[in-house]
């Protein structure tokens, strides 16, 4: 039966404007109250009654129930704006019991019939959608039920998840509610399976490492050795273009496909046991080592010797790892490394920040979003970084740049540069490049 506030809003929303059903219906959406929505689904049919372009895109996108979305879904030809919204409708998958998305073709075998030919844009708008079902999801990445998907396919369906937040995801329901959260684990654990099944090419290299860059590690639970899986994960020695390919890009500083993938694999395999840190870094495979930096608890030590040794890998790796960010120490130890990839920095002729400015961006987003990691630091009331900088601050740079290249005038300059940067906020380094050209060509 209908309760009053139904019929109270279903009134307000036939009278109100197409924009203002819109805004309302979106923020519904973000809102979640479930328990108390004043929308229910006669009111979504009656809405969809008004046959109004712009309130049919809302409630294919923000709709609630099945029996208003679905007859626009069907209705809608392959691509058009009411099948995209419908497919990225978060709202639906929010029903209890409920099947979404296989309830939108009729079951698994015709979703699987319509997923052997969908075309990229509808592929997209589903897989990018983080309410798709558990249970969905799972079985589609184990192949199991009536998932036949073909290979070039699920490469495709692969690829999109890794976009999909839903992958990276921690459980955020009922503590207590133990199978729920064993349902949204077994997600990560299916896409952690694909490293052991699939045929190990080239694109399938790509779509694990984009998929595994950021996916949940510890819900691995069926994978005991992911560092087992690390061998089926290399690049064919023979295939000549393949291998300069790769020599080319680990020269620029990036891995490649295969190299991504074991990293993902051994970054599994650190999350599931800390103790292998000292295999890793030990390794003669440089994917294992960069897991190492990205996911280990380095000490100063052990940050400075994995410089030494792969450079801006080390840095990229580990600029990026929130355990090192955590005590003054391992900041410490990983500005020093910032310093002298700067000093040693073998793109300084490019359009790249240096590595200087990434360790102060960083910085700053943890300090922001983090700031008990940083309560070991005392604030000081002469901080430089709390001053603007002036136009003496450029003019002395200026001057700097234009002392022979001497030791003790590249010395003065680096001082004068670091003053800078304290000085300016992170933003000001981009209109500073454009000073810096200008006077100078590096």
Known sequence: MRSYKNVIQEAVLLASSPEMVLAFLERRAVERRNDEDEVDEETEVALRGRNNLLVNLALAKHGKFMATVLPMFEACEPS???????????????????????????????????????????????????????????????????????????????????????????????????????????????????????????????????????????????????????????????????????????????????QGVRKGLARLALAKDYKLLAELLASEDLALRCAAYSDGDLSPSQLSAAYDKDGEFAFDGAVRNHKLWRTAPRRDALEEVAWAMADNDKHKHSDLPPATFIFNRIKEDHQKNHPAWFKDEEDSEDDPGDKPATKADVQALAERMATPESDQGMEQFKQTLATLSNHVGWVWWFSLGALIASLRHW
């Open 80 to 258: 058009g704006a009411i099948r995209l919204a419908t497919l990225a409708n978060t709202m639906l998958g929010d029903r209890i019991f409920s099947d979404f998305p296989t309830d939108l073709f009729g079951g698994p075998e015709q979703m699987a019939a319509w997923m052997d030919t969908a075309p990229d844009d509808e592929l997209s708008a589903l897989f990018e959608n983080p309410n798709l079902s558990n249970s969905f999801l799972t079985d589609l990445l184990k192949g199991s039920r009536s998932w036949d998907v073909p290979d070039e396919k699920m490469l495709t369906i692969v690829t999109i998840l890794a976009n999909n937040e839903r992958m990276r995801a921690a459980y955020a329901g009922d503590s207590m509610d133990g199978f729920a959260e064993y349902l949204h684990g077994a997600v990560f654990n299916a896409a952690w399976k694909l490293a052991e099944r699939v045929p190990t090419t080239e694109r399938w290299a790509l779509a694990l490492r984009c998929l595994y860059n950021d996916c949940m590690q510890m819900e691995a639970f069926s994978i005991e050795k992911p560092l087992d899986l690390v061998a089926r994960w290399h690049s064919d020695p023979a295939d000549a273009e393949l291998m300069a390919w790769e020599s080319e890009g680990l020269a620029g500083g990036w891995l490649s496909h295969y």
